[in-house]
Nanobody, 120 residues
C-alpha cells in the first residue's frame, strides 16, 4: 500500500507561483508514472502533468511553459512548480501514482488533494 500526501496549495494572486509537493510512503513493486491532476468545481478531473519512471514528461496544453513536474532525489517526492498562475488554474490538485504491486497487478493511488486558489 502506498500513501500520498500533498502540500503547498494555497491562495495566490494572478501571476504568482506555487510549488506543490507530494510525499509518498509505503512500498510498490514498480512505478510506471507519477502525476498531478486537478479538479475544478463542476468540472471533470484532468491530468495536469505526468512524469514516467524513465523521466519523460507531458503536460496539458493549458499549463505548458508555466508548470514543471519533477521528482526529488530520493524519488519518493513529486513536485509541481507552477508559475504565472491564472484564475482558471483554481482547483483541487491531486497527486497520483500508477504502477504495479507485483508482476501483474496494476495499482493506482491518489492523495487527498490540496486546494489551489488563484484570485486577487
Amino acid at each position: 500500500q502506498v500513501q500520498l500526501v500533498e502540500s503547498g496549495g494555497g491562495l495566490v494572486q494572478p501571476g504568482g507561483s506555487l510549488r506543490l509537493s507530494c510525499t509518498t510512503s509505503g512500498s510498490i513493486f514498480r512505478i510506471n508514472a507519477m502525476g498531478w491532476y486537478r479538479q475544478a468545481p463542476g468540472k471533470q478531473r484532468e491530468l495536469v502533468a505526468r512524469i514516467t519512471s524513465g523521466g519523460s514528461t507531458d503536460y496539458v496544453d493549458s499549463v505548458k511553459g508555466r508548470c514543471t513536474i519533477s521528482r526529488g532525489d530520493t524519488k519518493n517526492v513529486l513536485y509541481l512548480q507552477m508559475n504565472s498562475l491564472r484564475p482558471e488554474d483554481t482547483a483541487v490538485y491531486y497527486c497520483n501514482v500508477l504502477g504495479y504491486s507485483d508482476y501483474v497487478t496494476i495499482v493506482d493511488y491518489w492523495g487527498q488533494g490540496t486546494q489551489v486558489t488563484v484570485s486577487s
